[in-house]
């Protein structure tokens, strides 16, 4: 239905935004780490997922696209709704979140508001299988891995990176990102 929403922020709350495009504003809820990358006014392009919930619209959005499909895999678990689904996507790359499911890493979750250890092994248990479907070029990873471990947002390092000449080995692909990132 909507697949991404781009606009300039209008508002901001500690559950969504309202993103402004075209003359509409659209309520769109985010993960806490996307709200606090993101002012009022910043121009941003946001990946969509929309629910109809007791006949009510709700729209979530993600910053970054890897993430868009963890909370998909997610919410599709019985027993996982969008909002457990948003707490839990953002919780670090995708990697991490597949290590921590193929090694049944507890910890990973543990700082999960609302979720326990029930719920965990439920998760665990039924995206084992899910998450080894999901693409993740090893590359493109590995220096979206390296800019966020200095510090830099993933949807920022993406954005660098997509500037950046693909052919290229990882090392010189951070390089050059870093001193984009720099000016």
Same mark, same amino acid.
């Given at each position: 239905?909507? #697949?991404?929403? #781009? ?24 993960? @806490?780490?996307?709200?606090?990358? $993101? ?23 993600? @910053? ?13 678990? #019985?027993? $996982? ?6 707490? $839990? ?9 597949? !290590? ?12 999960? !508001?609302? $979720?326990?250890? !029930? ?34 947002? +993933?949807? +920022? ?27």
């Amino acid at each position: 239905m909507i #697949s991404y929403i #781009s606009g300039n922020i209008l508002e901001k709350t500690d559950a969504w935004a309202t993103v402004e495009n075209q003359g509409i504003g659209f309520k769109v809820f985010l993960s @806490l780490n996307d709200l606090n990358q $993101i002012k009022l006014g910043d121009k941003v392009k946001l990946f969509c997922r929309f629910f109809m919930r007791n006949e009510n619209p709700e729209l979530y959005g993600f @910053l970054d696209k890897e993430q868009l499909k963890v909370f998909e895999m997610l919410e599709r678990i #019985s027993g $996982i709704g969008p909002k457990a689904a948003m707490l $839990i996507a953002p919780l670090g790359t995708f990697e991490k979140l597949k !290590k921590a499911v193929e090694s049944q890493d507890y910890n990973y979750f543990k700082n999960i !508001k609302g $979720i326990g250890t !029930k719920k965990i092994q439920k998760i665990i248990l039924e995206i084992s299988g899910e998450i080894k479907k999901i693409d993740v070029a090893p590359d493109e990873d590995e220096a979206v891995s390296a800019l966020n471990n200095l510090g830099f947002p +993933v949807s +920022v390092a993406r954005q660098i990176l997509d500037k950046i000449d693909k052919n290229i080995d990882t090392e010189e692909r951070i390089k050059q990102a870093l001193k984009m990132l720099a000016k």
